[in-house]
Every structure is written in structure tokens, then in C-alpha cells.
């Protein structure tokens, strides 16, 4: 004889619960490696453009735009940072827009107590350099691609340490976040209905995380001590210049002209 509650039917309902924080995780480890890993558009004009050019251009704009003291010069300069923003995709163009705004607008409100003390143009002058040069910063991240960038970096002998830090930095940064989505997927899809101790698996998946880089540290560095690697970078300069390359140069040519003429 079959048990009456065996023959009763399962109703049984999960609870809503809020996802917020694991969706909210996933969506951030997600949109950060797509960044890193996006391929970049070769027929767009900035795409095209010699990456060591770019690498030293902007560190000299950044420079010339730290040490300014007029405004004409930053506002030409923001022209041609605006100018740089519109030709990359829309996609692009917004998230470097809205993301630029974040520190300057910070900044901005952490000067005002000094405006209202009378200084007003060095505090505008701050922030305007401040806005430009994080502009200048995320448009070279996304128009180039890394490797593109360390390779540019030793031809300005910059320390083998440092590119190593860098790209080691940028490798696992795509590594352990692919991880932390899988854990992260895995505890929201065994959390049926609402339970009490999934904000305590956070802690879990943390731990798990930093076990995970430690073990996946001491693997790369037996393989670099089996590989022979010393720490040192080789690289070649491409001499191989383009049209917009030339362009390139003379424009930048023409804004150090145009700061040593506004500033001194």
C-alpha cells in the first residue's frame, strides 16, 4: 500500500531572495576582463597609430599638462583629448566618459572649502588637469593593447621590474577574476531559496581565492626558474611608420610648441 504522502503533490515554492550582491559581482569580474581582453578595432584611425608613439606622447602631454599654469593650454588640450574620445566606438566613448568623471568630480568637492577661501583659479586649474590627464589615461588602456604597452615601455628603459609587475598584475587579474565568476556561479546556483549563511560564503570563496593565487604564484615562479627566465625584456622599435604616424607626430610637435609659447 502507497503512503497517503506520497500521493500528496509537491507544492513546495522557494523563497525570494535577494542575488543582489552575488549579480552585482559577477557583472563587475565580468566587465572588467572583457575590457582587458576586448580586441581592438585595427580600422578605427587611433587603433592604427605606432604604440610607442602613443605610450610617449602621453606621458609627455601628462607631464606638460603638470607643470602648466595657463588655461588656454589646458583648454586646447582638452580639445584634443575630446577630440581623441570621438573617434573611438560609442561603447567606449561612454565608459571612458563617465568613469573619467568619478576622482575629478571627487576632487572637486574636496576643493571647495579652498574656493570659498579665495582660490578659486588654482582649484579649477587642479581639477582640469586632473580630468584631462585620467581622459588621457583610460583612452591609451583601450586604444592599445598591453603587450603593445610593455613593449613600448622598454624601448623608454623603463625598469624590467616594473613591466613585470604590470603584466604579471594584468595576467592575473583575468586568471582569478574567470575564478571568482566560476565560484561565484556555483554559490548562486546551489542556494535554493533563501538561506542564512550565503553572505557567509563570501568569506569562503575569499579564502578559496587567495589559496588559489598562492598556489598559482608558487607555479609560476618554478616555471620561470625551470624556463631560465632572468627578469629581462627584449623588444624591437618598429620602424615601419604610417601616414597617421607622421600626422601623429606633427600634431604632438605643435601642442609642445604651443605649451613653451603659453607658458613661458
Known amino acids: 500500500m502507497i503512503p497517503k504522502w506520497l500521493l500528496e503533490k509537491d507544492n513546495y515554492t522557494p523563497k525570494k531572495e535577494k542575488n543582489l550582491y552575488i549579480e552585482k559581482s559577477i557583472f563587475s569580474f565580468i566587465k572588467t576582463i572583457s575590457i582587458i581582453r576586448q580586441n581592438k578595432n585595427k580600422d578605427k584611425l587611433l587603433y592604427l597609430i605606432n604604440p610607442t608613439f602613443k605610450v610617449v606622447s602621453v606621458i609627455l602631454n601628462i607631464v606638460l599638462i603638470s607643470i602648466s599654469r ?19 566606438e560609442n561603447k567606449s566613448r561612454k565608459r571612458i566618459f563617465i568613469r573619467s568623471l568619478i576622482f575629478p568630480t571627487i576632487s572637486l568637492i574636496a576643493l571647495i572649502p579652498s574656493m570659498f577661501y579665495g582660490n578659486v583659479y588654482n582649484s579649477l586649474l587642479l ?24 613593449k613600448s615601455l622598454k624601448l623608454l628603459y623603463i625598469p624590467d621590474i616594473f613591466i613585470w609587475i604590470m603584466d604579471i598584475t594584468i595576467k592575473y587579474i583575468v586568471l582569478l577574476g574567470e575564478y571568482s565568476i566560476n565560484l561565484l556561479y556555483a554559490l548562486r546556483l546551489r542556494s535554493v531559496g533563501k538561506t542564512s549563511n550565503k553572505y557567509a560564503s563570501i568569506t569562503g570563496i575569499i579564502g578559496n581565492l587567495f589559496i588559489k593565487s598562492y598556489k598559482m604564484s608558487e607555479e609560476m615562479s618554478q616555471a620561470m626558474e625551470c624556463r631560465g627566465f632572468t627578469g629581462e625584456y627584449t623588444t624591437k622599435i618598429n620602424f615601419n611608420l604610417k601616414k597617421i604616424d607622421y600626422f601623429y607626430i606633427i600634431l604632438n610637435l605643435l601642442l609642445i610648441i604651443t605649451f613653451i609659447y603659453l607658458n613661458y
Open 127 to 150: 581639477f582640469q588637469k586632473i580630468i584631462t590627464t585620467i581622459i588621457m589615461m583610460n583612452l591609451l588602456a583601450h586604444n592599445t593593447k598591453w603587450s603593445e604597452i610593455s
Open 70 to 88: 595657463s588655461f588656454a593650454y589646458l583648454l586646447i588640450m582638452d580639445i584634443y583629448v575630446i577630440g581623441n574620445l570621438m573617434l573611438m
